[in-house]
C-alpha cells in the first residue's frame, strides 16, 4: 500500500516567481486587520472586561427571548444571552456594576431570584475590572515575550535574516487571526488568546523545517541561485508541511463539531491560524530573506557540491 501524499514528492512550483504577489496579499491582510481593530475593536469576554457571568441548564429547551426580556427589565445594564452548546444550557453575561465587591453579589442575587426555581445554576464568576485590565496587559506582554524569544532562538540556530524572517511572519500571523476575530465578532478571552500563540509555535515550528532545508542546501548547492535555492527548500518541505497542516486540521474541525461552544472560539482560532501559519511559512517567510539578502557564507571545512550535482 502506498503511502498517502497530499503534495507528490518531486513539485516543482516557482513560489519564489510570485513572491510580490503574496507580499501586496498579506500587507492588505494584516492592514484590514489592524484597521478594524483600531475602529471596532474586539468582542472582549468577561475575562478582560470584568462583570458576571453565569451558566445555567433550563428544564426543557431554553426560550432565550423570555429570557432576555425578564432579565432586561431588572436594570442590571448591558446582558448578553446565548445558548452554549445544548438547547437547555444558556450563557448569560452582564455588565460589571457599579459599586464594589457587594453590588456585584447583590446584581448575581437579583439574577438568580428572577430565574426562579425552574434553572439550575452550573457556575458563576465575577471579574472585577482591574482584574480583567491586568490581564489584558499580561496577554500582550507574553506575545511580545514570546516573539522576542522565539526571534532570540533563530537567530542563534541560524542566522539574523533567518530571525527576522520568523518573526515578521510570526507578527503576520497574529495579526491576521486577530483580525479574524474582529470580523466574526467571536468573544475574545484568555481560551482564544491561549489559541493564539499556539498558532504562533506552530507556525514557527512549520518555519524552522523550511528553513533548516534551506541551511542544508546552502551548504549542498554553493553555486545555485538564491531564488532557485528557496523554490528547492520549500518544495522539498511541501509533502511534509501540507501533511501536518491536513492532518491537525482534521482533529481541530473534530473539536469544532463535537465539542461543545466552551472551546469553540478556541478551535475556531487554531483551524484559522493554522491555515495562515502554513501560508506564511511557504509564501512570506522564505521569500523574505530575498529581501534580507540571505548570507551565502559557507563554515570553513563544509564540503559543498556544484549545483546539480
Avoid at 213 to 218: A, K, Q, S, T, V
Avoid at 254 to 268: D, K, N, P, S
Wanted: charged fraction near 20%; proline fraction near 3%.
Amino acid at each position: 500500500m502506498k503511502p498517502l501524499h497530499l503534495v507528490p514528492d518531486d513539485v516543482n512550483v516557482p513560489f519564489l516567481k510570485f513572491r510580490k504577489i503574496f507580499y501586496i496579499v498579506s500587507l492588505v491582510m494584516v492592514l484590514a486587520s489592524v484597521g478594524l481593530f483600531v475602529t471596532k475593536g474586539l468582542n472582549f469576554g468577561i475575562d478582560f472586561r470584568g462583570g458576571i457571568l453565569l451558566e445555567i441548564k433550563t428544564d426543557g429547551p431554553a426560550d432565550i427571548g423570555a429570557l432576555r426580556d425578564n432579565l432586561g427589565s431588572l436594570g442590571l445594564g448591558d446582558v448578553s444571552i446565548q445558548e452554549f452548546g445544548e438547547p437547555d444550557d444558556v450563557l448569560i453575561q452582564l455588565q460589571r456594576q457599579d459599586g464594589d465587591e457587594k453590588a456585584q453579589m447583590a446584581a448575581l442575587a437579583t439574577v438568580t431570584e428572577a430565574l426562579g426555581d425552574n434553572v439550575t445554576i452550573r457556575r458563576s464568576e465575577l471579574v472585577g475590572p482591574k482584574v480583567g485590565d491586568e490581564l489584558k496587559e499580561a496577554g500582550v506582554y507574553s506575545v511580545a515575550i514570546s516573539l522576542l524569544l522565539i526571534m532570540v532562538y533563530i537567530w542563534f540556530r541560524f542566522e539574523w535574516q533567518f530571525a527576522v524572517a520568523s518573526v515578521v511572519a510570526l507578527l503576520h500571523d497574529v495579526l491576521i487571526t486577530i483580525g479574524f476575530f474582529v470580523i466574526t465578532g467571536v468573544q475574545f478571552d484568555l481560551a482564544t488568546l491561549a489559541a493564539v500563540l499556539t498558532v504562533a509555535g506552530y507556525s514557527i515550528n512549520d518555519t524552522v523545517v523550511v528553513f533548516d532545508r534551506i541551511r542544508e542546501y546552502l551548504r549542498k548547492f554553493r553555486k545555485m541561485e538564491i531564488p532557485d535555492l528557496l523554490d528547492l527548500s520549500i518544495n522539498s518541505t511541501l509533502s511534509r508541511t501540507t501533511m501536518t497542516s491536513f492532518t491537525t486540521l482534521l482533529a481541530l474541525i473534530a473539536l469544532f463539531v463535537f465539542g461543545g461552544e466552551a472551546i469553540r472560539g478556541f478551535t475556531m482560532a487554531l483551524i484559522f491560524g493554522i491555515v495562515i501559519g502554513t501560508y506564511s511559512s511557504i509564501c512570506v517567510a522564505s521569500p523574505l530573506l530575498m529581501v534580507l539578502r540571505l548570507n551565502r557564507k559557507i563554515p570553513e571545512g563544509e564540503e559543498t557540491q556544484k549545483a546539480g550535482a
